[in-house]
């Protein structure tokens, strides 16, 4: 793919490892993936670094494809460019150890969407709106402005960010703020969509009402989140 002067020179502009690594992949590959950026280059969190190239103003698009066991991950690579789209975000603060620390010390050592409990060390601290609608804050960080998040949770909640029209288009705060992967304890909205979400958990005693639960929704040839729903309706009835 052939790409203009001034969009190359905006890459070669990029000398950061971690951001380098995505844009040199993509020139050769055209594209990259989840699946690459952990195994091929050992980054955890592979949303991270595609973020790290969209802070430097390069536009990333993201999509779907097959990894290599026939799962859907995510990929990666160059959006349109006409040279009027740049918007860096340089001087991104690093957040720190203490901040973390706040944060367990307040909520325990679990993550926001998940209340899954796990060692402070698999937790990962997110911006509560995103960077990029954002930025951060001037002054000391404020520790009502982030969350602890499982890896799992954390890109669950970049996809859904980054395929919503207000991180797309809008970056408006409030609507940020409104929003489930903002605020899980009081939302009215998931992505600027109108759905409404549970995260259950059962653990020690409780696991035989799960596998009861499962064995019934395999008898009924139903996902177990609809057996739960069937059985909240019969309730309110």
């Not at 499982?150 to 408006?172: F, G, L, T, Y």
């Amino acid at each position: 793919m052939s790409y203009s002067k001034e969009f190359l020179e905006l890459l070669d502009s990029v000398t950061a490892k971690r951001p380098r690594t995505v844009i040199d992949h993509i020139l050769k590959h055209g594209f990259i993936t989840t699946e690459e950026l952990k195994d091929q280059y050992g980054y955890n969190h592979p949303p991270r670094a595609v973020r790290d190239v969209r802070e430097q103003g390069i536009p990333i698009e993201t999509y779907r494809v097959e990894d290599s066991d026939g799962r859907k991950i995510a990929a990666y690579k160059f959006g349109a460019f006409d040279g009027h789209n740049i918007q860096k975000k340089s001087g991104r603060t690093v957040l720190s150890k203490k901040l973390k620390s706040e944060l367990v010390k307040r909520y325990g050592s679990k993550c926001f969407i998940y209340n899954e409990t796990m060692p402070e060390q698999e937790l990962q601290i997110d911006h509560r709106v995103p960077f990029e609608v954002a930025g951060d804050p001037e002054g000391e960080l404020n520790p009502d402005d982030f969350m602890l998040l499982s890896p799992s949770a954390n890109r669950e909640k970049d996809w859904s960010c980054e395929h919503c029209q207000n991180w797309q288009i809008e970056k408006n705060i409030e609507v940020c703020k409104k929003c489930y992967w903002a605020f899980p304890e009081n939302y009215s909205h998931v992505a600027m969509k109108e759905v409404r979400r549970v995260d259950l958990e059962w653990e020690g005693d409780e696991i035989p009402w799960y596998e009861q639960l499962n064995e019934l929704a395999k008898y009924v040839n139903k996902d177990i989140q609809t057996v739960i729903k069937d059985i909240t309706k019969n309730y309110k009835k």
